[in-house]
């Protein structure tokens, strides 16, 4: 598939708030069905592999949707380059170092458990 | 080229414009969406805890109930509730569902009214 | 009746100011306008363009006691007092209420508001089914009078990049159109983060628009059909 290039932020934000959305219900049933959510169930639930790869496109699905809104943000306010690329910059390093981190963490959490 | 009015005034007082209800849902959306990005690294952090331990896991609720970790929690709840809400009115609308002007005029009122609602039944439960 | 007015005269370069007047009515005032012709009698100092005085030229676009509306068929009964008058937000100001829409018509230009057609012209027109002809409802009556582009937030922070719910109305009326053959030129251009994209779908232009047209909607079947063609 063709993606346009002014097109892209606005089809991956729409696809990543989809993506939350399904995430949203997950953990809305993990509250709702089942036993109450205990640390024992939480960890058990959040280390297995499927858990802490959910954990982190969680967190991924979070970053991109939040880059995208900070950017369009930024267009419409910020105007002056360089106030705008350092913003945009300070934005993406944070959001980056986020899911790197979870993803570090989780993956500690995976070998622990192995 | 240069246009005439180089150095023209513009009227942009944004207090003296009345903004539709769709507006207001709009920059509901705005605002909630930078509290939610400033929410993130918190959520972050909060994950890492709940998986440390379980003494760090149990201690988790009780922290929130310190006011200002309340009152944090009360605007976050709304902030996640009104992003989500509007969120959704905004792909429904993409795909031709209540794009025409009378049901989203609704469609806005019922976004920021829920989520309102939302907030405040989070501020009873955490007040009770 | 009071009126309140934004006054701006170029030439004094004093700060832009609102002027109270007061005003009786007459029997034969029904719109805004009737009552602003009669002002500019008693103060001709006071500016604003009209010129059909009946929604149908879109010159005597304001901003009526906060929302963005054609003066001609703004019925007098519906207004609060005091009714206050502001040039269209976000625009250049000429004199008064007078605002320069050079900008805004050059984004009515750049979307190229013709029909595109190379093929070799039929004898006598190029024929339209009911259905086809149908897809031009609500998308051709456009007066470009700007209350929705002045009204839109997207084109008050970006008006010299992002062509604005007028603009991109009058690009989707020709998108849709049976007879043009540009399309996938005319979909390629708007493809960008400024010129269709900072749209929000606010839909303030929908809000204010005199002739009841929905420029949001048009901007929704402008990004569909964007998705259609780049899957």
Request: glycine share 6%; with cysteine; hydrophobic share 50%.
């Given at each position: 598939m ?6 892209r ?7 990543s ?12 049933a993990?509250?709702?069905v089942?036993p109450?959510?205990?640390?024992e169930?939480w960890?058990a639930l959040a ?8 954990i982190v496109?969680l ?10 809104g ?14 705008r ?5 300070i ?16 993956a ?6 192995t | 080229?240069r246009s005439?009015?180089g150095g023209a005034?513009?009227?942009l007082n944004?207090?003296h414009?009345?903004?539709p209800i769709?507006?207001m ?7 909630s969406?930078?509290l939610?990005?400033?929410g993130l690294?918190?959520?972050?952090l909060?994950?890492?805890r ?5 003494v760090?896991f149990?201690s988790?609720?009780?922290?929130v109930?310190s006011p200002w ?9 709304w902030?996640?509730?009104q ?20 049901q989203?005029?609704?469609?806005a ?8 609602i ?11 | ?10 030439e ?8 109270d007047?007061t005003?009786?009515l007459?029997s ?10 009669r002002l500019?009698n008693i ?5 604003f363009r009209?010129?059909?005085r009946e929604?149908v030229c879109?010159s005597d676009a ?12 703004t019925a ?12 269209l ?11 320069d ?45 700007a209350?929705c582009?002045?009204?839109c ?11 604005g ?8 009326r020709?998108i849709?159109?049976?007879r043009d053959?540009?399309t996938?030129e ?8 400024y ?9 303030n232009c929908?809000?204010?628009?005199p002739k009841g047209?929905s420029?949001?909607?048009?901007i ?7 998705v259609r063609?780049?899957?």
């Amino acid at each position: 598939m063709r993606v346009f290039v002014g097109q892209r932020a606005w089809l991956l934000q729409r696809a990543s708030a989809l993506a939350l959305l399904l995430f949203l219900a997950l953990g809305a049933a993990l509250l709702l069905v089942g036993p109450p959510l205990t640390y024992e169930r939480w960890h058990a639930l959040a280390t297995s592999l499927p858990g802490a790869v959910i954990i982190v496109l969680l967190f991924a699905a979070l970053s991109l949707h939040g880059w995208i809104g900070a950017r369009d943000i930024v267009l419409d306010y910020i105007h002056s380059m360089p106030a705008r690329l350092s913003v945009l910059g300070i934005i993406a390093v944070i959001l980056f170092a986020i899911v790197i981190r979870v993803a570090l963490t989780m993956a500690a959490h995976l070998s622990l458990v192995t | 080229m240069r246009s005439p009015t180089g150095g023209a005034p513009k009227f942009l007082n944004l207090f003296h414009i009345r903004f539709p209800i769709g507006a207001m849902a709009s920059i509901g959306h705005r605002i909630s969406g930078v509290l939610l990005l400033i929410g993130l690294p918190l959520l972050a952090l909060t994950l890492e805890r709940s998986l440390s331990s379980e003494v760090a896991f149990e201690s988790l609720w009780p922290a929130v109930a310190s006011p200002w970790w309340g009152l944090l929690l009360v605007i976050l709840v709304w902030a996640a509730a009104q992003h989500v809400l509007a969120g959704v009115r905004h792909l429904l609308m993409d795909i031709g569902i209540g794009s025409p002007l009378a049901q989203a005029r609704t469609s806005a009122w019922a976004v920021i009214l829920t989520a309102a609602i939302i907030a405040l039944a989070t501020a009873i439960r955490w007040l009770a | 009746m009071h009126i309140r007015i934004y006054r701006y005269d170029p030439e004094t370069g004093a700060q832009p100011h609102m002027q109270d007047y007061t005003i009786e009515l007459e029997s034969g005032d029904k719109k805004l306008l009737d009552v602003l012709m009669r002002l500019k009698n008693i103060d001709d100092s006071l500016s604003f363009r009209r010129s059909c005085r009946e929604g149908v030229c879109g010159s005597d676009a304001m901003n009526i006691n906060g929302r963005n509306g054609l003066a001609c068929i703004t019925a007098l009964s519906t207004l609060k007092e005091p009714v206050v008058l502001r040039p269209l937000p976000g625009f250049p100001v000429i004199r008064d209420l007078v605002v320069d829409m050079t900008q805004f018509f050059a984004h009515y230009h750049e979307i190229k508001p013709y029909l595109i057609n190379d093929d070799v012209p039929p004898e006598r027109e190029r024929l339209q089914t009911p259905e086809q002809r149908e897809r031009l409802n609500g998308l051709y009556e456009c007066i470009l009078c700007a209350c929705c582009s002045a009204f839109c937030p997207s084109y008050w922070w970006n008006p010299d990049k992002f062509i604005g719910p007028a603009g991109l109305l009058q690009a989707y009326r020709f998108i849709v159109d049976s007879r043009d053959t540009a399309t996938a030129e005319r979909l390629a251009y708007l493809d960008d983060v400024y010129r269709l994209y900072r749209c929000r779908t606010i839909m303030n232009c929908t809000e204010v628009c005199p002739k009841g047209l929905s420029p949001s909607h048009a901007i929704e079947g402008i990004r569909l059909e964007l998705v259609r063609a780049s899957s």
